[in-house]
């Protein structure tokens, strides 16, 4: 049984930072895309962030437009781990962010995903 556990939200001011993480379990995860969305108040859920596995055995990482240069995801496939780095934080960036699995290359980027968390709420105060 997959199961995915973030962690790591709260409260930060504008231009602040924190750190999401996402601990998996129930698979062997190095070759899935792990990764990130949110669900701003209001909004539907969008895509943040993935990582995934290329057959040259490099991980490429995948960004929205809207956090490009101020997100960055990583992984740490030994732990079963992913985590999200969140600098220059801004209001706009307030939601639920969720973490998100799926075992074919390029799903998350996509906007789909097999398994998902329960969600950490982020909320950015001007």
């Known amino acids: 049984q997959v199961q995915l556990v973030e962690s790591g939200g709260g409260l930060v001011q504008a231009g602040g930072s924190l750190r999401l993480s996402c601990a998996a379990s129930?698979?062997?995860?190095?070759?899935?895309?792990m990764g990130w969305f949110r669900q701003p108040p209001g909004k539907e859920r969008e895509f943040v962030a993935a990582?995934?596995?290329?057959?040259?055995?490099?991980?490429?990482?995948d960004y929205a437009d809207s956090v490009k240069g101020r997100f960055t995801i990583s992984r740490d496939n030994a732990k079963n781990m992913v985590y999200l780095q969140m600098n220059s934080l801004k209001p706009e960036d307030t939601a639920v962010y969720y973490c998100a699995a799926d075992p074919k290359t390029g799903m998350l980027a996509a906007g789909r995903g097999d398994y998902w968390g329960q969600g950490t709420q982020v909320t950015v105060s001007s």
């Open positions: 129930g698979r062997t995860f190095s070759r899935y895309d």
């Open positions: 990582t995934r596995w290329s057959s040259d055995s490099v991980y490429y990482a």
